[in-house]
């Protein structure tokens, strides 16, 4: 990857970052940890892997992103208004009374297929999602971003043997895999370790990456499918709140936002005035 495509990404990265952090500050609530670990994973999509056009949101032949871990909604609304699909000031309503974003993701906002909040809804729905392209004999791809509190939940099981024994190598399915969640660390509340082997166990064909090197993220997705036949796994790890150094892989992190001083000083941190 030449150094201006990758300065891009982190540009971007940095930039959906700080919209958090605002957004946030000025909601009052919110979950930095979940945006923040997935900030680079988004800039890479949405530049050089998802067939979508912010002019036609609803483009029938477009690629299909579920944010299964809604309540990370605030740093999919940050890369769609930078991607152009609604105006930049719509950001500035994020937790407002009668704002146009809420709390957790909704499909009310252009470019948003679904809306999430209760953890283990996005996989299966994204499943559906591929079955009924693959009937249609439509060749859009669907990807699902996931938490790891999603796969503690039975529904995301199900939805994984169905996808696997129906061949559906039309979805990926990207866990941001930062093992900190609401009620504490993953090792601490449900441990998937050796995730990997099951998941290879259950049909699917699995990849394990560093979800903040933007070059792995695009070269992994750019494969995609990984095996013919088989639904694809992007097992992302991740530091939960990745770029503020006080707040990186703490539960805290998990749900809040930052005060007055804290703000100037995790902007201070990602380079942004």
């Not at 809420?102 to 906002?109: A, T």
């Not at 997705?221 to 150094?245: D, I, N, Q, Y």
Request: hydrophobic share 40%.
């Amino acid at each position: 990857m030449d150094g201006e495509k990758l300065e891009q990404y982190r540009n971007l990265a940095t930039r959906i970052r700080a919209h958090c952090l605002r957004m946030t500050h000025r909601g009052m609530s919110g979950h930095l940890g979940s945006m923040f670990s997935m900030a680079d994973m988004l800039a890479v999509l949405y530049t050089s892997i998802l067939k979508v056009d912010a002019k036609n949101p609803e483009w029938p032949d477009r690629d299909r992103f579920i944010l299964s871990k809604g309540h990370g909604g605030a740093a999919v609304f940050a890369v769609l208004a930078e991607k152009g699909f609604f105006p930049m000031e719509w950001l500035d309503t994020y937790y407002l009374d009668d704002g146009k974003l809420s709390g957790h993701i909704s499909h009310h906002v252009p470019g948003v297929e679904f809306s999430t909040g209760s953890l283990g809804h996005g996989l299966p729905v994204a499943v559906g999602m591929a079955l009924a392209a693959r009937k249609d004999d439509k060749h859009h791809r669907i990807f699902c971003m996931m938490s790891d509190g999603d796969c503690n939940e039975g529904s995301t099981w199900e939805a994984l043997m169905f996808a696997a024994q129906h061949n559906l190598d039309n979805i990926t399915v990207i866990v941001d895999y930062n093992r900190v969640q609401a009620l504490g660390k993953m090792a601490d509340v449900i441990e998937m370790e050796p995730f990997a082997p099951k998941l290879e166990l259950f049909g699917w064909a699995v990849r394990e990456i560093d979800g903040h090197d933007c070059e792995q993220v695009e070269d992994t997705l750019s494969e995609l499918p990984f095996e013919p036949g088989k639904p694809s796994w992007v097992l992302a790890r991740t530091v939960k709140c990745k770029g503020v150094s006080w707040l990186e892989d703490t539960v805290g992190s998990h749900y809040g936002c930052v005060n007055d001083e804290e703000l100037a000083r995790a902007l201070a941190e990602l380079g942004v005035s």
